[in-house]
């Protein structure tokens, strides 16, 4: 599955909320996990993040029966790093029909 990293830049002076930035982009392995952590070191800040699942194509590409319009496409999962040193784990479980997600250990 392909998964996106994408980090929300600081608010603007208005106090609005700042435009997201693309960090990196992934693909899950057969275990549907990636290979490595996404950040590490001085790559791991304090800010919001944002993780894009690509469900529906995953599901397409498994061989799903699936409707023509998939019920679910993309899915974004936003979550915030307060501390940097902590470590981060955020799975996604997912169906063509339904996901949740947790901080893991």
Known sequence: MRVVLLIQDTPS????????????????????RVDGPLLAGADMVVGRYRLVFDVGSYFQRMGANLPEVSFL???????????????????????PWSYSTYRGS
């Open 73 to 95: 496409g993309q899915v974004p999962l936003d979550f915030g790093i307060a501390d940097a040193s902590a470590h981060y784990h955020v799975p996604l479980l997912v169906s």
């Open 13 to 32: 002076p208005a106090g609005t909320e700042g435009p997201w930035r693309q960090l990196l982009e992934v693909l899950t392995n057969a275990d549907g």
